[in-house]
């Protein structure tokens, strides 16, 4: 067996990260089996190289090798391209044509972004890990093939299971043995070699001197994120070669070819959102209003008890949970006074004439109620289906959530035959 040193030589492979190290030892290791492997990593950390190595150490290793970028190809014709296809299966299928899995008898599939493929394409590859048989479009026949499948991509595979874009047992078939690429940033002793390499290529390749980084501008290679990994290490090194008269570079030259260096500008972070958010302004909007709605309801009803009865104490005490609910426990402050003088007791009497004083320009006033717009009716109504949604019909959750009691919520739900 070859050493991992001899293989990284044969196969161009750069670095000496101890991740790095241990990925390959790993592709040496699974390459004798027929083991399927999953190659995952981020775009540009090259991913492309570890299913080389395992082909070319199997026993495989004089059978085709074929790589297939599954992000590449169009929904509609995928299947044909890996499966193949009958004549006159679909428009413009004039011959049979013979797919990947079929051509690729006896050798290696690697297919590159395969979480990039449609479910019903998924389905069809599940089938040719499980027992090796496929279908080609258009056939009923079935038929067999005996290949090797490495796969590889750069998403989140448990998201993508979560979201329900990959197949969960695909998943586990695909990778029985998961070999993992660390990204650029993760391996910065390996950052400066890797440009060193690049920059004697392309002086060769464009006949001149080869470029040199001083030292201010390795250290600033080595702090840069390289979100393109080795890919965007390689077009800068490139740029630089290729732009430059002076060959010997500082950091003040380089940072003019890394983007985003500097740049204050926040991460985006990711964060699950909870499921009792509103996720639009102008539902919050509505909320807001819903909540003012139900406080303002909650001051007429103690204000209402207030001019039923002469005993302030009384009505403290039988409304304790209205008074805490609009006001809060505050213990320094009494929010409800301990009496009601008989001024107090004045301003909020209502009139018993129930014709409105012509002369008094707030009259209108005590037709808010009634002038109610319908739309906020309409929102108030989708606000609780939504929460009573979210809860699974708890009406107690769904209150709390909604910032009123559950009986006011059982009183709605009544109000709107929910």
Same mark, same amino acid.
């Given at each position: 067996?070859?050493?991992?040193?001899?293989?990284?030589?044969?196969?161009?492979?750069?670095?000496?990260?101890?991740?790095?190290?241990?990925?390959?030892?790993?592709?040496?290791?699974?390459?004798?089996?027929?083991?399927?492997?999953?190659?995952?990593?981020?775009?540009?950390?090259?991913?492309?190289?570890?299913?080389?190595?395992?082909?070319?150490?199997?026993?495989?290793?004089?059978?085709?090798?074929?790589? *297939?970028?599954?992000?590449?190809?169009?929904?509609?014709?995928?299947?044909?391209?890996?499966?193949?296809?009958?004549?006159?299966?679909?428009?413009?299928?004039?011959? %049979?044509?013979?797919?990947?899995?079929?051509?690729?008898?006896?050798?290696?599939?690697?297919?590159?972004?395969?979480?990039?493929?449609?479910?019903?394409?998924?389905?069809?590859?599940?089938?040719?890990?499980?027992?090796?048989?496929?279908?080609?479009?258009?056939?009923?026949?079935?038929?067999?093939?005996? *290949? @090797?499948?490495?796969?590889?991509?750069?998403?989140?595979?448990?998201?993508?299971?979560?979201?329900?874009?990959?197949?969960?047992? !695909?998943? /586990?078939?695909?990778?029985?043995?998961?070999?993992?690429?660390?990204?650029?940033?993760?391996?910065?002793?390996?950052?400066?070699?890797?440009?060193?390499?690049?920059?004697?290529?392309?002086?060769?390749?464009?006949?001149?001197?080869? *470029?040199? !980084?001083?030292?201010?501008?390795?250290?600033?290679?080595?702090? /840069?994120?390289?979100?393109?990994?080795?890919?965007?290490?390689?077009?800068?090194?490139?740029?630089?070669?290729?732009?430059?008269?002076? #060959?010997?570079?500082?950091?003040?030259? =380089? #940072?003019?070819?890394?983007?985003?260096?500097?740049?204050?500008?926040?991460?985006?972070?990711?964060?699950?959102?909870?499921? %009792?958010?509103?996720?639009?302004?102008?539902?919050?909007?509505?909320?807001?209003?819903?909540?003012?709605?139900?406080?303002?309801?909650?001051?007429?009803?103690?204000?209402?008890? !207030?001019?039923?009865?002469?005993?302030?104490?009384?009505?403290?005490?039988?409304?304790?949970?209205?008074?805490?609910?609009?006001?809060?426990?505050?213990?320094?402050?009494?929010?409800?006074?301990?009496?009601?003088?008989?001024?107090?007791?004045?301003?909020?009497?209502?009139?018993?004439?129930?014709?409105?004083?012509?002369?008094?320009?707030?009259?209108?006033?005590?037709?808010?109620?009634?002038?109610?717009? !319908?739309? =906020?009716?309409?929102?108030?109504?989708?606000?609780?289906?939504?929460?009573?949604? @979210?809860?699974?019909?708890?009406?107690?959750?769904?209150?709390?959530?909604?910032?009123?009691?559950?009986?006011? =919520? /059982?009183?709605?739900?009544?109000?709107?035959?929910?």
């Amino acid at each position: 067996m070859e050493s991992i040193q001899a293989i990284k030589q044969r196969f161009g492979i750069l670095g000496n990260d101890e991740k790095l190290n241990r990925a390959v030892e790993k592709s040496i290791q699974v390459a004798p089996t027929d083991i399927s492997v999953l190659v995952t990593g981020e775009s540009g950390v090259g991913k492309e190289s570890i299913p080389k190595i395992i082909h070319a150490l199997s026993h495989r290793k004089h059978g085709k090798y074929i790589a *297939v970028n599954c992000g590449a190809i169009p929904e509609g014709t995928i299947d044909s391209e890996l499966f193949g296809h009958e004549k006159g299966a679909f428009t413009g299928a004039t011959q %049979s044509r013979n797919g990947y899995f079929e051509v690729a008898d006896g050798g290696t599939i690697f297919l590159d972004e395969v979480g990039e493929l449609p479910l019903t394409t998924q389905v069809r590859l599940l089938r040719i890990l499980e027992n090796g048989e496929f279908i080609k479009v258009g056939s009923s026949k079935v038929q067999k093939t005996d *290949v @090797r499948i490495v796969a590889a991509t750069n998403l989140n595979m448990t998201e993508a299971i979560k979201k329900e874009k990959f197949r969960e047992d !695909l998943y /586990y078939r695909l990778s029985t043995v998961e070999i993992h690429l660390p990204p650029l940033r993760e391996r910065k002793e390996d950052i400066h070699l890797l440009f060193r390499k690049f920059a004697a290529d392309f002086a060769m390749k464009y006949k001149m001197p080869t *470029v040199r !980084l001083e030292d201010d501008a390795v250290a600033l290679l080595q702090k /840069y994120r390289w979100n393109g990994n080795v890919r965007q290490l390689r077009n800068v090194a490139e740029q630089i070669s290729v732009l430059e008269q002076e #060959r010997s570079i500082n950091a003040e030259k =380089l #940072r003019e070819y890394l983007p985003g260096i500097g740049s204050n500008l926040p991460a985006v972070i990711e964060e699950k959102k909870r499921e %009792s958010d509103f996720s639009n302004e102008r539902e919050i909007l509505y909320k807001v209003l819903f909540d003012m709605k139900n406080d303002l309801n909650d001051l007429k009803k103690l204000t209402l008890e !207030l001019m039923k009865h002469d005993n302030s104490e009384k009505v403290k005490e039988e409304n304790e949970g209205l008074i805490e609910k609009i006001y809060g426990n505050n213990d320094e402050e009494e929010v409800v006074p301990e009496e009601i003088t008989d001024e107090q007791l004045e301003v909020l009497q209502i009139p018993q004439n129930n014709t409105p004083d012509k002369q008094d320009k707030y009259y209108f006033a005590e037709e808010i109620e009634e002038e109610e717009t !319908l739309s =906020l009716q309409d929102k108030e109504l989708e606000l609780i289906k939504k929460s009573l949604e @979210r809860h699974n019909g708890k009406r107690k959750a769904a209150a709390e959530e909604l910032g009123i009691s559950e009986r006011t =919520l /059982y009183r709605k739900i009544k109000q709107y035959d929910l």
